[in-house]
T-cell receptor
Framework: GQQVMQIPQYQHVQEGEDFTTYCNSSTTLSNIQWYKQRPGGHPVFLIQLVKSGEVKKQKRLTFQFGEAKKNSSLHITATQTTDVGTYFCAGPGGSQGNLIFGKGTKLSVKP | DSGVTQTPKHLITATGQRVTLRCSPR?????VYWYQQSLDQGLQFLIHYYNGEERAKGNILERFSAQQFPDLHSELNLSSLELGDSALYFC?????????????FGPGTRLTVL
């Protein structure tokens, strides 16, 4: 079945360093969504990418969707302690709206 | 606050027991999704309801069942509980059953099976 793989599983950075997480799908995706889950919290929607090669920015966060629509990345510039959490990518799991989530990248930031 | 509510927040029970988790979607949302989050498996899709009807099933065990009521709240029933069922259970809601629609997650129910 469809799989969404995400690497790395963990990333420890010093505050101010950059961070990137990568997401790869076994199939072409119509769209990809990114969520953030703070420690002890619930997943919160960040962004959706739909077009091939699309790049979207939210302040220090840059999201990319690959040309083949099978991979995506999230890059954070100059991390801050508020960026701590687990970042998930998610692709469509079927025609009814359910999502297939990657296992997430857990980011810790040392002040 | 996502507008999605889940009760209870925590649940501790014994193996073999049955529990019911409750979810109220955001006002206006017709779709409810249930997910299980465990340490080694990440977020696993269980089941999806739209306007009272089951729309999709994921990795949901036969011991688990769900329903969505006319007022659109949903319940997830877990029976014959095993130690491995201990996890966080999230529900999420969206307006329509589309993979391009944003899903809003509730705070989750942490289930501990002893």
């Amino acid at each position: 079945g469809q799989q969404v793989m995400q690497i790395p599983q963990y990333q420890h950075v010093q505050e101010g360093e950059d961070f990137t997480t990568y997401c790869n799908s076994s199939t072409t995706l119509s769209n990809i969504q990114w969520y953030k889950q703070r420690p002890g919290g619930h997943p919160v929607f960040l962004i959706q990418l739909v077009k091939s090669g699309e790049v979207k920015k939210q302040k220090r966060l840059t999201f990319q969707f690959g040309e083949a629509k099978k991979n995506s990345s999230l890059h954070i510039t100059a991390t801050q302690t508020t960026d701590v959490g687990t970042y998930f990518c998610a692709g469509p799991g079927g025609s009814q709206g359910n999502l297939i989530f990657g296992k997430g990248t857990k980011l810790s930031v040392k002040p | 606050d996502s507008g999605v509510t889940q009760t209870p927040k925590h649940l501790i029970t014994a193996t073999g027991q049955r529990v019911t988790l409750r979810c109220s979607p955001r006002s206006g949302d017709l779709s409810v999704y249930w997910y299980q989050q465990s340490l080694d498996q990440g977020l696993q899709f269980l089941i999806h309801y739209y306007n009272g009807e089951e729309r999709a099933k994921g990795n949901i065990l036969e011991r688990f069942s769900a329903q969505q009521f006319p007022d659109l709240h949903s319940e997830l029933n877990l029976s014959s509980l095993e130690l491995g069922d201990s996890a966080l259970y999230f529900c999420a809601s969206s307006v329509v059953p589309s993979a391009t629609d944003t899903q809003y997650f509730g705070p989750g129910t942490r289930l501990t099976v002893l």
